[in-house]
């Protein structure tokens, strides 16, 4: 949530902060705003609410000139997305200017205090006080040392930050900090860069220096990078992480936006993700960084996630118990987080599953269950994510970058990361053979085509969306591992075309959401040729008896289904009824999209959301 660049060197700032703020707008698009250290010495700042695109339109006009500069746009969280509260935020001087994504949990005592001393507010945000006090500390014994008045500063702050700070009588300087937000810096021969994350810099290095917690650096224009710890000593050798992702992974490439582009990407990832795994004996999964023994003595698995991820959670429970036979259950993250008790074994394994890897719940889940003395394994997307380094082992879906604010391809490369997950715990706790192994990983490898093969169905699922024209509301039905297909369908339906949508298990219908049933009501039912498909198909009669619009998503030659309902999304036949979610989820994101441009949304940026929720 909310987005920072930050560049000092010999070029000038505003084209690489404005192209910066572009790629990383995914985190949060409610304002946007940018300070450039001018010639003259004085900061010229242009910010506004709205979009970067707006952002950049005003800038043509108020041309920032200068080669120093720091940029953010925001997701709000304290004040409303207005002028005033775009960030950078200024000092009472007008010397010093700050970007901040995180939250200052103590920031109404600090303001008070700072109130009280006469300095003078104008915005309603919590990042303002940072950037008062770093005037205080300006003003202090080290005058002169940018990095220790932002350390200073933040010795007083409570709650999470990653931090940009400028000052108009330190140039060629740019102070940054991090504590639970994300940050990294690079240096090149043009000058020295910050970002919240590697997506700006993919195209001007590949290699970065992460910020850990409670790190400073102090970068500057002839492109050296400082970084200091929180007492102010120099941390010798950081963290470094090399960017493999090629920066055209995060253009349009011809597409309308990113999640036609996203989803289109499924089958690609899905090859990836499988390729080189069957190993003789067993699923190589050396990233889990457990031994055999260890692995074969696991005996709870505990699986954690927000949002969509979380939908992978209850797929990948129902595989680790069918397969692998270990008892597993799962949790929101925010939700776990304030369980009174939470009951390990010594052998419990812990998966977080976060596309960001940076979802401030899902990291303190894993905290949480570290400090138990679980193992934790992370699937994440996202290279040298704050999950990746915390976690014990870790498994990148290697999806590639996820813009679109609507999770697609990452959710469908995370199932089948915890297929892969599921079998290594069948195979070396000996519930599977290798010949059942085998047998399960070719059943994924059928997945990519038969995501393909709905690709050339779309027509289905735009036809099918004429359904949702005239309704502010829909009910999503399925069972077993497709109920939750049916609650993941209804979260992409609702969040970009902002259409109220119920995803429920069908059997459970009759015991409330049946109410909303009227006449044309668009039902969704998820009835593919499984164990649970006769009664899906009573659910869908009840719906159908009471006037319900049904598009139902059926595998090859379910006539029976097929004469009863107004559409049909029809599924190649897959062998194994537990990977089903992996490609009935594909007509549901296309059918999503097709509302959702129906009805003139944005679907890559929808309203009040982020991608990345780095705030509780
Ligand atoms: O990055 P994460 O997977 O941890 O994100 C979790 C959720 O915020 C995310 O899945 C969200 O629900 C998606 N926008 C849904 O499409």
Redesign the pocket.
């Known amino acids: 949530m909310c987005g920072i660049v930050g560049y000092t060197g010999t070029n000038q700032a505003s084209p690489f902060l404005l192209k910066g703020l572009q790629t990383l707008e995914y985190r949060g698009y409610d304002s946007a705003g940018l300070e450039v250290l001018s010639p003259d010495g004085a900061l010229h700042g242009v910010k506004y609410a709205g979009r970067v695109s707006a952002l950049v339109e005003r800038c043509k006009v108020a041309n920032p000139v200068g080669t120093s500069g720091i940029a953010h746009t925001r997701w709000a969280t304290h004040g409303a997305p207005n002028d005033k509260n775009a960030h950078p935020h200024r000092d009472c001087s007008e010397r010093i200017a700050v970007t901040h994504n995180g939250i200052i949990e103590n920031f109404r005592e600090l303001k008070a205090q700072l109130m009280a001393a006469g300095h003078e507010f104008t915005s309603e945000t919590d990042t303002e006080v940072i950037a008062h006090l770093v005037e205080d500390a300006w003003k202090g014994p080290r005058k002169g040392d940018l990095v220790a008045a932002l350390r200073n500063a933040c010795s007083r702050l409570k709650g999470s930050w990653a931090i940009a700070c400028i000052c108009a009588d330190a140039p060629g300087q740019i102070a940054v900090a991090r504590n639970g937000s994300p940050l990294v810096v690079a240096s090149t021969a043009d000058g020295a860069y910050a970002a919240s994350d590697v997506m700006p810099l993919a195209s001007i290095t590949s290699h970065v220096i992460q910020l850990a917690n409670s790190q400073f650096a102090l970068l500057e224009s002839n492109g050296t990078i400082t970084v200091y710890d929180e007492t102010g000593d120099m941390v010798r050798d950081p963290s470094t992480i090399d960017i493999d992702w090629d920066a055209s992974a995060a253009t349009l490439g011809g597409h309308a936006d990113f999640m036609e582009k996203e989803i289109a990407e499924q089958p690609e990832a899905i090859e990836r993700l499988l390729q080189g795994r069957l190993g003789e004996d067993g699923i190589r999964l050396d990233e889990l960084r457990l031994a055999r023994d260890e692995l074969a003595s696991i005996d709870r698995v505990f699986l954690i ?5 979380s939908h992978v959670c209850q797929i990948a429970r129902t595989m680790i118990e069918s397969w692998a036979k270990v008892p597993a259950t799962w949790a929101y993250a925010s939700e776990f987080n304030y369980e009174p008790e939470v009951l390990v074994t010594p052998n419990t394994l812990c998966v977080i ?7 401030a719940d ?1 990291l303190a889940a894993a905290r949480r269950m570290k400090a138990l003395g679980c193992h934790v394994f992370a699937v994440t997307n996202v290279l040298g994510s704050t999950a990746a380094r915390e976690a014990d082992g870790v498994l990148y879906v290697q999806a590639g970058p996820e813009v679109c ?3 697609t391809k ?1 959710y469908t490369a995370q199932l089948v990361a915890c297929a892969l997950l599921a079998l290594v715990l069948a195979r070396a706790n000996g519930t599977m053979d290798q010949n059942g192994v085998a047998r399960h990983y070719h059943d994924l490898s059928l997945l990519p085509d038969a995501i393909r093969e709905v690709f050339r169905r779309s027509w289905q699922d735009k036809q099918a969306s004429a359904l949702f024209r005239r309704s502010s509301s829909s009910l999503y039905l399925g069972r077993g591992v497709n109920a939750t297909t049916a609650l993941e369908g209804a ?2 339906i609702k ?1 970009i075309s902002y259409l109220h949508a119920e995803g429920y298990p069908a059997g459970e219908m009759k015991h409330g959401p049946i109410a909303l049933i009227e006449q044309g009501f668009p039902v969704v039912a998820i009835v593919p040729a499984d164990r649970w498909h006769d009664k899906t198909v009573s659910n869908i009669q009840e719906c159908i008896a009471r006037g319900a619009h049904v598009i139902a998503v059926a595998t090859d030659g379910d006539e029976g289904v097929a004469s009863q309902v107004e559409h049909v999304l029809w599924i190649p036949p897959l062998p194994d009824e537990l990977l089903v979610p992996v490609v009935a989820i594909v007509h549901l994101q296309i059918l999503a999209r097709f509302v959702a441009l129906a009805r003139g949304r944005d679907v890559d940026k929808p309203r009040n ?1 982020a ?3 780095t705030v509780e």
Do not use: D, N
């Open positions: 996630a927000c949002g969509t991820s599953v976060t596309q960001s890897g940076e979802t899902t604010v609507a999770s990452a979260l992409k969040e959301l991608k990345s929720v």
